[in-house]
């Protein structure tokens, strides 16, 4: 079995993106690098029995088995990060801040968008006073602001409207926080460092989201997630370990 590995993980992965995005009511993030490592461990595994009694080519397995495990090491610490982050603090706050996450069919909140949409609703439950700043912009496949379409469901589930502060410039995590900074500012007529911030967005975000509203300038701050889906917790959470390395380095 251990010979055919590399083969049986790259039929793994391209069955597990098919399977996904046929199920999910919107795009899944990352699908398109997960389905080309598939395609990669298949090729592999065919130039790996092609060249097994090559000296160049077990010279190469090995150099290439000490980078693979290099980075494993790395990968599993920014997981462990994430996986650690503390995701539910209740206590009370000024603002929260739900994060946008995609739309289905252009126009309504994605699961996981509804996910965090139902997680702000429920810390309201005990936190009535805080003002809510919905903060997404309109993507390329979508007809609406992710905003706009967060503001219908929670008044809906019967927000009321004068509680809700719209963002809708953003078009990354990133820029969800600059953008909301200077929407709470405008509003409160305070700095930062007088505002308590709730983060309101999914687990496996939750680490990253608390990196940019650091570097966007929130002084306190803490989160409430929602739970990723069962079966985009693979996916999401690898993404995010390379998504925490872009912020950092790029953001």
Known sequence: MKKYLDAVLGVFLISYIIIINLISDAKVAFSFPILILGILLILFHFLRIKNQNSIFWSKYLKIAKILMYIGLI?????????????KND???S??????????????????????????????????????????GGRGSDENIPESHAMSKYLQEKGVDKSKIIIEDKS???????KYSKEKIEGYSKKNMDQINVKIITTDFHALRSSILARKNGFVYYSNYSSSTVWY??????TREAFAIVKSILFD
Not at 74 to 86: D, K, Q
Not at 232 to 237: A, R, V
């Open 90 to 92: 209740d206590r009370k």
């Open 232 to 237: 985009l917790i693979p996916i999401t959470y």
């Open 74 to 86: 790395f990968f599993l610490g920014i997981e462990a990060a994430i996986i650690t982050y503390p």
């Open 94 to 135: 000024d603002y929260i801040i739900v994060l946008g996450a995609g739309l289905a069919n252009k126009t309504t909140p994605s699961t996981i968008l509804k996910g965090r949409l139902d997680a702000a609703l429920d810390y309201l439950k005990d936190n009535n006073s805080a003002i809510i700043v919905l903060s």
């Open 171 to 177: 078009r990354d995590t990133n820029e969800n926080f």
